[in-house]
Structures are given as C-alpha cells and as structure tokens.
C-alpha cells in the first residue's frame, strides 16, 4: 500500500501551527543531540524525531520522543487527565502525535544541589544507562568542541553535549523506547543522525523543505532510495545557538 505524501505533509505541518513539531531552538531546551526514524507497514506510516538536551524547569537531562503517525500505539489513558473532556479533548486536537520522556542520566552528586544548572566541582562520575562515565576535564570539553561559557564552571547543558558525543546511544531512547507510540506491526526503514530541520520559530514548515518532502515519499512508497537530500545538515547544536536561552 502506498500513503499520499501531501497529507503526510499536512499533518506534520498542522504539528507545526500547534507546536507539536521539535523546535531545535526551543528557547527552553539547551539542545545536545537527535536522531530521526522512519517506520513502515503496509496500513500505516510513523515518523519518530528524538532530542536530548537539557531544560532548566525540568532538573534532569532528558530525552523526548516526538512521534507522528497516521495512527499512534498506546495512547495516554483517560485516568492521566482531571476528567474525560480533558482526555477528549487531548485526542481532538494530537489525533496523530504522541510525546513522551525518558531519563537517560541519573540523578547524582555530580549535579549541583544549590543551582542544579552547573555540575558539582570535584565530583568524578555520572551514570547514564547504568554506565558510570567519568567526568571529563576542561581539556576534555575543548577537545570535543565544546567552549565552556563560565570556565571552571560546567553547566549542565555542556555536559549534555559532551555525553551525545562519546555516550550517544546510552543517551537515546532504547529501541522499545523509540517504539513507544508506533504500532507492533510497524517496520523500522530509515534511521537518521543528521539532516536538515525547519526552522519552526522563523515560520518554516515540512511541506517546503526537501528533507521532509523527500522523506514523506520514502514513507509513501516504502523506499528509502528517495532519500537523496541536497540540503546540508543542521541538526548539530551549534546551528541552533538561542535553544535553552529563555
């Protein structure tokens, strides 16, 4: 069976206008990594976009998985909202997208208990996946790119992008935890560590960019040849410089 590329489209651009769709520089989220994923059955289509990174409201590093879909796996049940108008109302207006959060890194010493932003001078590990990872040094941050903007001081969000650089896959979701929302059935035929995202904020919309034009295709037709997008990649956090900033 094949799928309509332009409503693909149409749904990931009406995420957009209900800000459903990641914004790689949500002013919230200090931007650290993602990874996109194509899933395929014969009846239905899924597309799940994961980013790890760092908000201050939330006090640990996290991972969300965005998931669209032409129909979603185990939605949210009716007891999570005050009454059943709530629920109704949530499935009205997300019918095909789904957001859920996991927690790659432990809680621990190594944040700061007075300002949980910056990261405990002298504390030598983190555990992220139940792999302790030493903490690295200042000359560790440089070598990986990452210019520490309040030296000696670590803030979380520079840890964060340290971790997706030599941690990667302990800090995206486990397969099961990417599937969360995708229907059993569903294949994986496309994964994604880089390509090039719309600007949300500055009014971009999936419909006008190759990338997700072409992947709308990949996902119609069931073949990942379809995918040969010109656009250079910027989906690296240093293209997306006001994320966390708010």
């Known amino acids: ?46 597309i ?14 996290d991972t969300s998985i965005q998931t669209f879909a032409s129909r979603l796996h185990d939605r949210d049940p009716p007891k999570r909202f005050v009454n ?11 019918p095909h997208n789904e957001y859920r959060t996991v927690y790659p890194v432990k809680e621990g010493p190594w944040q700061d208990a007075d300002n949980t932003e910056f990261v405990t001078p002298g504390e030598n590990v983190i555990v ?3 792999q302790t990872i ?13 210019e520490l903007e309040q030296s000696p001081q670590v803030q979380v969000f520079e840890l964060c992008r340290y971790l997706a650089d030599i941690a990667r896959e302990q800090v995206f979701a ?30 971009e919309r999936p419909s006008g960019s190759e990338t997700f034009q072409q992947l709308s295709r990949v996902l119609a037709a069931g073949d990942v040849g379809l995918y040969r997008s010109s656009q250079p990649p910027n989906t690296h956090w240093r293209n997306w410089p006001e994320g966390g900033r708010l």
Request: with cysteine.
């Open 134 to 146: 030493a903490l690295p040094s200042i000359a560790d941050y440089v070598r990986h790119g990452i």
């Open 84 to 94: 059943r108008q709530a629920y109704e109302s949530y499935l009205t207006y997300n």
């Open 48 to 61: 799940a976009i994961e980013v790890f990174g760092f908000s201050p409201r939330a006090a640990l590093p």
């Open 128 to 130: 992220v996946r139940d």
């Open 1 to 46: 069976m094949t799928f309509d590329p332009e409503e693909i489209l149409s749904i990931l651009d009406r995420c957009c206008e209900s800000f459903a769709f990641p914004m790689l520089d949500n002013g919230y989220v200090y931007l650290a990594a993602t990874r996109l994923s194509l899933f395929r059955s014969t009846t239905d289509w899924a």
């Open 174 to 203: 486990t397969p099961e935890e990417r599937r969360v929302s995708i229907l059993p059935d569903m294949e994986q035929i496309l994964q994604l560590e880089e390509w090039h995202h719309p600007n949300v904020i500055d009014g």
